[in-house]
């Protein structure tokens, strides 16, 4: 056990609807990182939250944004969406905003129909 | 042209065989790499890390960097069927700031 939790872990959505999943980052770490996994593939980097300020995104669009709390947790949400949405969403947590090992939470398995 | 690319697989060792998985990055200022070990519908976990040029051993795994030919790669010694599952390699460059880039994973099946 990485102490990394996620809620939901499981999501039926409908294309259009909006969603938020979400993580509490291991105990003393400040960095939390969002991932979307597809079927079969690696994951994706989504973007990263290090003491609430956005530090680096990937190629997503803006339906897909984020915040992070003071207590470091940290929300997903993604607006407007898509089948491709289809997914498993990962979150990682580090200590520091750096290239720090991360370590993975449970995961969120989101379905959009 | 993709960061991170690792042979799909599938692998299939005997049981005590010695699994190979190897994994190349393009040409960025990469900075730390990093095996993690994905079982069917689980997350990803930490296997290993790695920085510099060189074998890093952590009791049955060792892990190999070649910066200058671009590859890291990973033994598994003694292989044991719990360890047939899908291996990741991530990658992190610095240029484009703290994201890991991740290939696509090589399935590996230890038949008993």
């Known amino acids: 056990e990485t102490g990394v939790t996620q809620s939901p872990t499981h999501l039926i959505k409908t294309r259009g609807q909006q969603v938020t999943l979400r993580c509490s980052s291991q105990?003393?770490?400040?960095?939390v990182s969002w991932y979307q996994q597809a079927l079969g593939q690696g994951p994706q980097f989504i973007f990263q939250?290090?003491?609430?300020?956005?530090?680096g995104r990937g190629n997503f669009p803006p339906r897909f944004s984020g915040l992070q709390f003071p207590n470091y947790s940290s929300e997903l949400n993604v607006n407007a969406l898509e089948l491709d949405d289809s997914a498993l969403y990962l979150c990682?947590?580090?200590?520091?905003?750096?290239?720090?090992?991360?370590?993975f939470g449970p995961g969120t398995r989101l379905l959009v129909l | 042209q993709k960061e991170v690319e690792q042979n799909s697989g599938p692998l299939s060792v005997p049981e005590g065989a010695i699994a190979s998985l190897n994994c190349t990055y393009s040409?960025?200022?990469?900075?730390?790499f990093f095996w993690y070990r994905q079982y069917s519908g689980k997350s990803p976990e930490l296997i290993m890390s790695?920085?510099?040029?060189g074998d890093k051993e952590d009791g049955r795994f060792t892990a190999q960097l070649n910066k200058a030919s671009q590859y890291v790669s990973l033994l598994i010694r003694d292989s044991q069927p719990s360890d047939s599952a899908t291996y990741l390699c991530?990658?992190?460059?610095?240029?484009?700031?703290?994201?890991?880039?991740f290939g696509t994973g090589t399935s590996l099946t230890v038949i008993p």
């Open positions: 990682a947590s580090s200590l520091g905003g750096g290239l720090e090992t991360q370590y």
């Open positions: 105990s003393g770490h400040n960095t």
């Open positions: 939250y290090y003491r609430e300020e956005e530090n």
């Open positions: 040409d960025r200022v990469s900075q730390s």
């Open positions: 790695i920085y510099s040029n």
């Open positions: 991530a990658v992190t460059v610095r240029p484009t700031g703290n994201q890991f880039y």
